[in-house]
């Protein structure tokens, strides 16, 4: 197996003195810098050895101390994701060679990161993982639009779940998630939901009723940040026509009404202007 290790500046790596370096699992938020937690920036500073995931946006990884190896493992440029059991291997060697790793994630490496099972990975070689918690993906969304997710008139708690399953595991019961939903008034966010949109709309609308609002947020927090607004009946017509593509988060339920009204008022003087 080979694997291409870029690195910031290799010339000058400077290895840890210690025995047996240690490994923190760190959550780089959705993108924005000033969203990253205080531990997060402290840990970046501190490693010897990162190995970042593709959402980690390059001004975070710019925070790493110089000399600090930088290791992409993400499908960056095209290449193939590095394999997990790869990179889990990766960290261990590198602990046992006395680095200070960082394993830098996308949002929080709890949340669809695999941070569970690189934990239990390493504790099975004898490695103890510190954990440093990143802003969600689904947080941020709707907070850069200004709308919560929770709303004592609208919604009494949220459902983050993955619109993409492990290969081989069943995906997520959606009509038994669309009639709880429904029922329990839960705000849904759905994470790699974009390229199955068409299905998850389907199996929703079993519960769900067709005008129930929706959001589609991409590249959240960040500078090319876009969303378009719809409803269930019209998810994946919204994300067709608006061109929106990974990495996106959909959002659905009643909390989003007033984005949804402000939309639509929107809409008319828009056509006029067309
Ligand atoms: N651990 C990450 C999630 C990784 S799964 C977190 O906590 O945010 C990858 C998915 O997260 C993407 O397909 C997308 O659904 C979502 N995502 C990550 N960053 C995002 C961003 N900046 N904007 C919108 N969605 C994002």
């Known amino acids: 197996m080979s694997l291409t290790l870029t690195s910031s500046t290799p010339a000058t790596h400077v290895r840890a003195p210690m025995a047996l370096g240690r490994c923190t699992l760190v959550g780089a938020g959705p993108g924005d810098p000033e969203l ?79 941070g569970g099972e690189e934990v239990e990975h390493l504790a099975q070689a004898g490695i103890h993982v510190e954990v440093v918690n990143g802003i969600t993906a689904g947080l941020a969304g709707l907070t850069s639009l200004g709308v919560p997710l929770t709303h004592r008139a609208h919604a009494q708690g949220v459902v983050f779940i993955t619109g993409h399953a492990k290969p ?64 269930l009946a019209t998810l994946q017509r919204t994300i067709a026509d608006n061109s929106l593509g990974s990495p996106s988060i959909i959002v659905v339920g009643d909390v989003l009404q007033g984005l949804a009204a402000a939309a639509s008022s929107a809409q008319p003087a828009l056509e006029k202007a067309a």
């Open 168 to 231: 081989g595991s069943p995906g997520p019961d959606w009509r038994t998630l669309a009639a709880t939903a429904h029922s329990a008034r839960l705000t849904l966010v759905i994470y790699m939901g974009v390229s199955s949109a068409g299905s998850i709309q389907d199996e929703l609308l079993s519960g769900l009723p067709p005008a129930t609002p929706v959001v589609v947020v991409q590249n959240a927090s960040l500078p090319l940040q876009r969303h378009a607004v719809g409803t």
């Open 36 to 114: 990253l937690t205080l531990k997060a920036l402290r840990a970046i500073q501190s490693a010897t050895v990162l190995l970042v995931d593709d959402l980690v946006s390059d001004d975070i990884v710019a925070m790493a101390a110089p000399g600090a190896r930088v290791i992409h493992v993400g499908k960056r440029g095209g290449c193939k994701s590095t394999p997990q059991s790869f990179i889990e291997r990766l960290m261990i060697m590198a602990v046992r060679e006395g680095e200070q790793v960082v394993r830098l994630k996308g949002g929080d490496p709890f949340i669809f990161g695999r």
